[in-house]
């Protein structure tokens, strides 16, 4: 079938505003837009930059803007989004070529809820594991998910005006260990998130939920730390 | 097993204000039930056109009634309404002053000018209440 695959264009180094540009091209209802773009950087035009990686939905290189959607383009169907496709960066952080974005600054918020384990208890006696029940596991089980595609940060009408705060991807990150029995750092974590650019920037527009190419409920896991700080208390 | 002292975040301005915007859009809810009750109880039902009812349940001030004919001797006015318009009057302008802040806010990155904007905000807050308190002050017999 025939495809019109409509692309957001821009090299800083030539052009002095950004373009589309059309192409029309073959393919099937089970390509994905990640195939098409492949097929227009190989046959048509290799100045066409934008990032992948695993081409599995795993690793989070390839977040754009599908038809006004945040997706990513190796999850994205043909079949799903229709013959007329409109690829464009994703919004709220800078272009630097084409489909690629300058992804500092959501990784400057990601690093301010410092997301790794922090525990400074000694290991138990036989040096192996700090044990944890599949209930304590159950309860943060969804937010382990994230792949920091940036899909929901830049989704957030919040974060598009204004960088400064953390976004969800960072909140759900924070989630993930705040809410982590081994960790013992979740104290230092709402801290960040109880201020003026943590979580009371989210005004619970959910278009975070609706982005996640993981199906992660942000929006309620956002709401979890919001009510974490309300009760002083993780349980 | 949760290995640390349960967190204790602190009370920060911003977490102070997400606690009052849900608890005074709740008291606003309370104000307009109390108002909109009693005037049925003290015969609104006969007595004021819809559109009056509606003034009076959101802000019960005598001066909303008064031209409807009823007699504000028998319960329109008192210092039980002057409470429930001073409540009305610092949730509803608070309420809205700190949401008016939250969305600017949302949109202003420069320091300096989200220290002017609150400032603006404040004064503004400031006269709004005076300006309600004064009406409400006079709401006597
Ligand atoms: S290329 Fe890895 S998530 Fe799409």
């Keep these: ?235 | 097993m949760q290995s640390r002292p349960a967190p204790q975040p602190g009370l920060t301005f911003e977490y102070l204000m997400w606690l009052f915007i849900r608890i005074s859009g709740l008291g606003l809810y309370l104000v307009a039930l109390v108002g909109v009750t009693a005037a049925l109880v003290m015969g609104a039902r006969t007595q004021l056109d819809m559109g009056t009812l509606i003034r009076w349940t959101f802000f019960p001030n005598s001066g909303h009634v008064a031209n409807a004919g009823v007699d504000l001797e028998l319960g329109w006015v008192s210092l039980l309404w002057q409470i429930m318009q001073g409540m009305a009057v610092v949730f509803g302008v608070t309420h809205g002053m700190n949401g008016l802040r939250n969305i600017l806010e949302d949109f202003i990155s420069n320091k300096g000018t989200r220290l002017v904007v609150r400032v603006i905000i404040i004064l503004l807050w400031i006269l709004f209440l005076y300006a309600a308190f004064t009406l409400v002050l006079s709401d006597t017999l």
């Design chain 1, 1 to 235: 079938m025939e495809i019109t695959l409509k692309v957001f264009r821009y090299n800083p180094e030539k052009d002095a505003k950004w373009h589309y540009e059309t192409y029309v091209i073959e393919g099937q209802p089970t390509d994905r837009v990640l195939d098409l773009l492949e097929y227009v950087k190989g046959y048509i035009d290799g100045t066409l930059s934008f990032r992948r990686s695993c081409a599995h939905g795993v690793c989070g290189s390839d977040a754009m803007r599908i038809n006004g959607r945040n997706r990513l383009a190796c999850k994205a169907l043909v079949r799903d989004v229709g013959t007329k496709i409109t690829v464009e960066p994703l919004i709220g952080l800078k272009v630097i070529k084409d489909l690629i974005v300058d992804m500092e600054p959501f990784f400057d918020n990601y690093k301010k809820i410092l997301p790794f384990l922090i525990n400074e208890t000694p290991p138990p006696a036989d040096g192996k594991e700090r044990y944890q029940s599949p209930e304590d596991r159950a309860i943060f089980d969804d937010t382990t998910k994230c792949i920091l595609c940036a899909c929901c940060t830049t989704s957030c009408p919040s974060f598009w005006a204004n960088d400064d705060y953390v976004g969800p991807a960072a909140i759900v990150n924070a989630h993930r260990f705040i809410f982590d029995s081994r960790d013992e750092a979740a104290n230092e974590r709402l801290k960040v998130l109880n201020s003026m650019f943590g979580v009371y920037r989210c005004h619970t527009i959910f278009n975070c939920t609706e982005a996640c190419p993981r199906e992660i409920q942000v929006t309620k896991a956002i709401g979890e730390v919001k009510m974490a700080i309300l009760r002083g208390k993780i349980k």
